[in-house]
């Protein structure tokens, strides 16, 4: 799966990634995509025992495999309070949301975001 980074998507919103919520299966890749510069992928929670990686540098094409299940939550690091954010839904296992809303820590538009987009699953 391809995730590009965005400053407008089709439906108009602006400062996006074309997937607001990934669904994948375990071992699946994503792959995220730069299509305009500044633009970023950091992870911030994700399931418990996981080792949230590095922030990937600005312009450059990222690729993460996911061996865990849960829910991965990731951000823009430069656009994250514009709500740049993104969720990664891995084995339909959605057990750690609630460590999500705890740790992710979200602000300006990305927490309202974030809580919708949580009510999503």
């Not at 439906?11 to 792959?31: N, P, Q």
């Not at 996981?50 to 299940?69: A, G, H, I, L």
Request: aromatic share 8%.
């Amino acid at each position: 799966m391809t995730i590009e980074m965005l400053n407008k998507r089709d439906d108009g919103a602006k400062m996006v990634y074309s997937v607001d919520i990934a669904r994948i299966d375990i071992g699946d890749t994503i792959t995220w995509k730069p299509t305009t510069k500044g633009h970023n992928v950091e992870f911030k929670v994700g399931p418990d025992g996981w080792k949230v990686p590095k922030k990937s540098p600005f312009n450059r094409e990222v690729e993460m495999t996911f061996d865990m299940p849960g829910v991965y939550y990731y951000q823009c690091t430069p656009h994250k309070t514009m709500g740049m954010i993104g969720l990664v839904i891995v084995g339909d296992d959605i057990s750690n949301k609630d460590i999500i809303i705890k740790k992710s820590k979200a602000k300006g538009k990305s927490k309202k975001k974030l809580k919708g987009l949580l009510n999503e699953l």
